[in-house]
């Protein structure tokens, strides 16, 4: 199937493919604000499908473009946070300043910069938490808006389901263990073996022992979104989100990587607490737990996605008309959290 958009070349080796809308002639100038979606673990281009009926539901000034960076597909298992931050702040910097690049790569002279709003999936959700709250944060380009989907745990992931494998649980534990003890040796970036490897064989990518740590360790690069997490780890990361960013948390009722006994709308109502505490605005009303939906909404119904991408809509349309866009605020109300 093809899929009409344009493929922009952010950085020399990575690129972004901007879906075409339907409610835009091809002819007409590109539009200022850029929605940019960031897939998770193994993700590439069009490999989520909802992303093209937001970009076809947006106002005619906004666009989606899915960000592949060095870490998309398998390049996950060697990369890090810390280099999909900085990629996507090549990224944020293009669509930015250079407004889809058909000036030739030259600023647009007059024009204020466009509106940018991440949304991350699934561990493209870290990426949005590292890029907004991570190491040399404050040199990167300000966005407008994070939206974290499906921003499920993991670590926690994993445990739950080698709760009901002893095997697993052997061998991840196992994995572990060698993964910790190289990333303290300084040998992070050695290869794991493929034999007993859980990461391994669930994604058919060879893994390097600092991404194994990062992702299943407590305390990892990775962890984030842990359940366990105490108060003063979330100020950390969540407390950190700066004032002038507007949040949109959501999760899916089904999603299939959440622990069992997890309380949706409980740990979102957290998350979005310690948000607000930290002086940044949570769109209460669209956020919460979409009723029915899965981790990437690939084979929900129509229904369910189409209910996504109203949410998503109503918080760029909300965005766009708080013209001091990050004033906190408080978090409650008729929505979800």
């Known amino acids: ?167 697993m649980r052997t061998h991840l534990d196992a994995l572990l263990h060698t993964a910790t003890a190289l990333v303290e040796e300084g040998n992070g970036a050695e290869i794991l073996p493929s034999t007993h490897n859980p990461l391994q064989d669930s994604f058919g990518a060879p893994v390097s022992a600092y991404r194994a740590w990062s992702l299943l360790a407590k305390g990892g690069d990775d962890d984030f979104f842990s359940t366990d997490l105490g108060d003063a780890v979330l100020e950390r990361s969540f407390g950190r989100i700066p004032a002038a960013v507007r949040v949109l948390l959501v999760w899916g009722e089904r999603d299939e990587y959440l622990p069992k ?10 998350w979005a607490g310690v948000v607000a505490a930290g002086g940044a605005y949570v769109d209460e009303v669209n956020g919460g737990v979409i009723p029915g939906a899965s981790h990437n909404l690939n084979r929900d119904p129509e229904s369910v996605v189409q209910d996504l991408v109203g949410r998503v809509v109503r918080f760029v349309q909300g965005l766009e008309d708080a013209d001091g866009a990050g004033v906190g605020g408080d978090v409650g109300g008729d929505g979800g959290l």
Not at 5 to 15: M, R
Not at 65 to 93: C, F, H, M, P, Q
Not at 123 to 130: H, P, W
Not at 261 to 270: K, Q, T, W, Y
């Open 1 to 167: 199937m093809a899929h009409p958009g344009t493929l922009h070349q952010y950085t020399k080796k990575l690129v972004a493919f901007e879906h075409a809308s339907p409610s835009r002639p091809s002819s007409s100038p590109p539009p200022p604000n850029t929605l940019l979606w960031i897939g998770g673990l193994t993700d590439g281009l069009l490999t989520v499908h909802y992303p093209s009926a937001i970009a076809a539901a947006l106002p005619p000034h906004w666009r989606l473009a899915e960000v592949l960076t060095s870490s998309s597909y398998a390049g996950w298992a060697t990369g890090s946070l810390e280099r999909d931050a900085k990629e996507i702040g090549r990224a944020v910097e293009y669509f930015k300043d250079v407004k889809g690049g058909k000036d030739g790569g030259k600023k647009e002279e007059g024009k204020e910069a466009g509106k940018i709003i991440l949304m991350g999936h699934s561990t493209g959700c870290q990426d949005v938490m590292e890029y907004l709250t991570g190491k040399d944060h404050d040199n990167r380009h300000p966005i407008n808006g994070a939206i974290l989907q499906a921003a499920v745990s993991d670590r926690e992931a994993w445990d739950d389901m080698a709760s009901s494998d002893p095997v």
């Open 261 to 270: 006994g997890v309380h949706g709308v409980a740990v979102l109502g957290r």
